[in-house]
């Protein structure tokens, strides 16, 4: 079946413009992540969505971050006003909201701000 | 609150000896503990989980683990290095119940020598 899916799979712009990532979750799961991936670093939690609402945004950098799904499904994390600090390989992850069931990931979106 | 801890960032093995990848985590529930693992430029891909079943767990590519509530431990091994087992690997612990966050160890870097 069809995993997890984002794009676009690599984004370059300007410091200062607006972006949008996309995550697509694997069918039927309720619980979305997103985690951002600097080069030769661990995840850092980002935010987690269970279904449309977001219970956990703690790992938002800064107001100029921000997420939403719609729907229960895809969803899009968006970076205002973009910096070069956040370059980063963006993951998405999706699992069934019971304990035990493990994160299935995208292949990430890598961000580049020049 | 969850945490994990991984005592190695870099292990350095020959092909054909025993890989150990160390990882303990504090937890006040029952955990769900996982391991993945990234090769350079790929997604993160499930190794193996532990869910309160048996506590020495079977994953793929000939990796195990146990979990030792006593030590708070969930260490990786494998009989055999193969080169292409040079990855990083991350150690990961989720509540049960309700638990929605999925706390990352920081990560170990495996590189396999000939």
């Known amino acids: 079946g069809a995993g997890v899916s984002q794009s676009p799979s690599n984004k370059v712009t300007e410091k200062g413009k607006d972006v949008e990532l996309r995550c697509d979750p694997i069918?039927?799961?309720?619980?979305l992540y997103w985690y951002r991936q600097s080069l030769g670093q661990g995840l850092e939690f980002l935010i987690y969505?269970?279904?449309?609402?977001?219970?956990?945004k703690s790992g938002l950098p800064s107001d100029r971050f921000s997420a939403e799904r719609t729907g229960g499904s895809v969803s899009t994390l968006t970076i205002q006003r973009t910096q070069q600090e956040d370059s980063a390989v963006y993951l998405c992850?999706?699992?069934?909201?019971?304990?035990?069931?493990?994160?299935?990931f995208g292949p990430g979106t890598r961000l580049t701000v020049t | 609150a969850q945490s994990v801890t991984q005592l190695d960032s870099h292990v350095s093995v020959s092909e054909g000896t025993p890989v150990l990848l160390r990882c303990n985590y504090s937890?006040?529930?029952?955990?769900?503990l996982f391991w993945y693992v990234q090769h350079p430029n790929k997604g993160l891909q499930l190794l193996l989980k532990?869910?309160?079943?048996?506590?020495l767990v079977k994953g793929i590519n000939g990796f195990e683990a146990e979990f030792k509530k006593s030590e708070t431990s969930f260490h990786l091994t494998k009989p055999s290095a193969h080169m292409s087992d040079a990855a990083e690997y991350f150690c990961?612990?989720?509540?049960?119940?309700?638990?929605?966050?999925?706390?990352f160890g920081p990560g170990t870097r495996l590189s396999v020598l000939p």
């Open positions: 969505f269970q279904g449309n609402s977001a219970p956990d």
């Open positions: 992850a999706s699992s069934r909201t019971s304990g035990g069931h493990e994160q299935y």
């Open positions: 990961v612990v989720r509540e049960d119940n309700y638990g929605q966050n999925f706390v």
């Open positions: 069918s039927g799961h309720t619980a």
């Open positions: 532990y869910t309160s079943a048996a506590t």
């Open positions: 937890s006040s529930y029952s955990p769900s």
